[in-house]
């Protein structure tokens, strides 16, 4: 046994159980989950695609691939499903690959407007590849303005609209994306990394009806391993399926795919149905709650698992707050926000979400609790005696509500 390594896993895994983990891209997976992602499909290479494979062996690891599929398809209403992306942002640039040719110009939302770096971010392969343009929300409200997102459409004539984001705490219009896309030749993908879980649990519209391509991470509300999804029209399968393999990756994580496989049994469940509503109560009761404290809230509220403050008539940086919330047992992390005037490693704007503390059984009393707990953090930054004060409540609280 490797002691240094066994000391380590240990040591994150009582951090874990001590904390409270509020960013919303985290969560925790279910004992069937890690089972799969450590059982022997690591041992297995597999090339190629169910009954297509470059090597021999593979009649188990085809049925569960198979099984992943269906079980997507299913889940989401769609046509087509690809389960051997690594992650989200390899399964975007699947889409890439197999929609555009290089220089092809693509429109997805700024980065610091709640989009993603993969949605055409310069520092990216999507915005070194492609000619890259963002639309915007608007600095007022924080919304997307759907007639602006058309005026620019109509100005640039994109090849592909990309929707979704990492830090939008609001719902999406897929109807009117839909509309521009068709209005200007476009074709559109949602990346639904962020609330694919709620889609499957049926608290948020789904796009599948509307838009050509969707992609998705496999964790975060879904509560599956770190993997990626891609969800499409049987007219594009074949197209996706090349970019993925042979383009883009060699043998699939057949391990990964059977953790995949498990979360979307799971994510089918009324349980899990449940738990996507309850997540949602939570971040508007924290939301609430938070704003009742003076936090300027990005949009006044959330619709979501998410939410982002504004920090700035607090005039703390996000940075700041985030390392003096880990300091007392809140882990979140610091964002950019619209019209941002601070720098990406140190902008004005704090993430936090639900799925992993609803995960642990808690409910609105809990969100008091935090909501107190954030807004005594923000008066005492430099204070270590009660950030560590504030540490052992944390820590208290957690022995309630543990997670093996």
């Given at each position: 046994m490797d002691k240094e390594l066994e000391n380590l896993i240990y040591l994150e895994?009582?951090?874990?159980?001590?904390v409270l983990r509020l960013i919303p891209s985290e969560n925790y997976v279910s004992k069937n989950v890690r089972n799969a992602l450590?059982?022997?499909?690591?041992?297995?290479?597999?090339?190629g695609y169910p009954h297509h494979r470059y090597y021999e062996g593979t009649e188990i690891i085809d049925k569960i691939e198979n099984l992943?599929?269906?079980?997507?398809?299913?889940?989401?209403?769609?046509?087509?499903?690809?389960?051997?992306?690594?992650?989200?942002?390899?399964?975007?640039?699947?889409?890439?690959?197999?929609?555009?040719?290089l220089g092809d110009t693509i429109l997805g939302m700024g980065l610091e407007?709640?989009?993603?770096?993969?949605?055409?971010?310069?520092?990216?392969?999507?915005?070194?590849?492609?000619?890259?343009?963002?639309?915007?929300?608007?600095?007022?409200?924080?919304?997307?303005?759907?007639?602006?997102?058309?005026?620019?459409?109509?100005?640039i004539m994109p090849k592909l609209i990309v929707c979704g984001g990492s830090a939008y705490p609001r719902h999406i219009d897929f109807v009117a994306f839909q509309e521009i896309a068709q209005e200007v030749g476009a074709k559109l993908l949602v990346d639904m990394s962020h609330f694919s879980g709620l889609v499957a649990g049926g608290v948020y519209p789904s796009p599948i009806p509307y838009a050509d391509i969707v992609t998705t991470t496999t964790h975060k509300v879904l509560r599956g391993p770190r993997?990626?999804?891609?969800?499409?029209?049987?007219?594009?399968?074949?197209?996706?399926?090349?970019?993925?393999?042979p383009?883009?990756?060699?043998?699939?994580?057949?391990?990964?795919?059977?953790?995949?496989?498990?979360?979307?049994?799971?994510?089918?469940?009324?349980?899990?149905k449940e738990y996507t509503k309850q997540v949602i109560k939570n971040a508007q009761y924290l939301a609430e709650e938070l704003m009742k404290y003076g936090f300027?809230?990005?949009?006044?509220?959330?619709?979501?698992?998410?939410?982002?403050?504004?920090?700035?008539?607090?005039?703390?940086?996000?940075?700041?707050f985030a390392q003096s919330l880990a300091k007392a047992g809140i882990i979140t992390n610091a964002n950019t926000v619209p019209k941002e005037t601070g720098s990406p490693r140190n902008p004005s704007g704090l993430r936090l979400g639900t799925p992993a503390i609803t995960t642990?059984?808690?409910?609105?009393?809990?969100?008091?609790?935090?909501?107190?707990?954030?807004?005594?953090?923000?008066?005492?930054?430099?204070?270590?005696?009660?950030?560590?004060?504030?540490?052992?409540?944390?820590?208290?609280l957690r022995q309630s509500f543990p997670f093996e």
């Amino acid at each position: 046994m490797d002691k240094e390594l066994e000391n380590l896993i240990y040591l994150e895994q009582k951090r874990q159980s001590e904390v409270l983990r509020l960013i919303p891209s985290e969560n925790y997976v279910s004992k069937n989950v890690r089972n799969a992602l450590s059982s022997v499909l690591i041992n297995k290479y597999s090339e190629g695609y169910p009954h297509h494979r470059y090597y021999e062996g593979t009649e188990i690891i085809d049925k569960i691939e198979n099984l992943a599929r269906t079980r997507a398809k299913n889940l989401f209403q769609a046509e087509h499903a690809n389960v051997q992306p690594y992650s989200g942002s390899p399964a975007n640039m699947a889409v890439y690959f197999s929609m555009l040719s290089l220089g092809d110009t693509i429109l997805g939302m700024g980065l610091e407007d709640g989009g993603h770096l993969t949605h055409g971010a310069s520092v990216n392969y999507s915005g070194y590849f492609y000619h890259a343009v963002s639309y915007h929300v608007e600095s007022e409200t924080g919304l997307l303005n759907m007639d602006s997102v058309r005026k620019i459409a109509k100005q640039i004539m994109p090849k592909l609209i990309v929707c979704g984001g990492s830090a939008y705490p609001r719902h999406i219009d897929f109807v009117a994306f839909q509309e521009i896309a068709q209005e200007v030749g476009a074709k559109l993908l949602v990346d639904m990394s962020h609330f694919s879980g709620l889609v499957a649990g049926g608290v948020y519209p789904s796009p599948i009806p509307y838009a050509d391509i969707v992609t998705t991470t496999t964790h975060k509300v879904l509560r599956g391993p770190r993997g990626g999804l891609i969800l499409c029209k049987n007219i594009y399968a074949k197209d996706i399926d090349r970019a993925v393999f042979p383009g883009l990756q060699g043998g699939p994580h057949n391990h990964t795919i059977a953790g995949i496989a498990t979360a979307l049994w799971e994510a089918s469940q009324d349980s899990y149905k449940e738990y996507t509503k309850q997540v949602i109560k939570n971040a508007q009761y924290l939301a609430e709650e938070l704003m009742k404290y003076g936090f300027q809230l990005v949009t006044g509220g959330t619709d979501t698992h998410l939410l982002l403050i504004d920090l700035r008539n607090f005039q703390i940086s996000g940075k700041t707050f985030a390392q003096s919330l880990a300091k007392a047992g809140i882990i979140t992390n610091a964002n950019t926000v619209p019209k941002e005037t601070g720098s990406p490693r140190n902008p004005s704007g704090l993430r936090l979400g639900t799925p992993a503390i609803t995960t642990l059984g808690m409910k609105q009393q809990e969100m008091k609790t935090i909501a107190q707990w954030i807004f005594k953090v923000s008066q005492n930054i430099d204070q270590e005696s009660i950030l560590q004060k504030i540490k052992n409540e944390v820590y208290m609280l957690r022995q309630s509500f543990p997670f093996e």
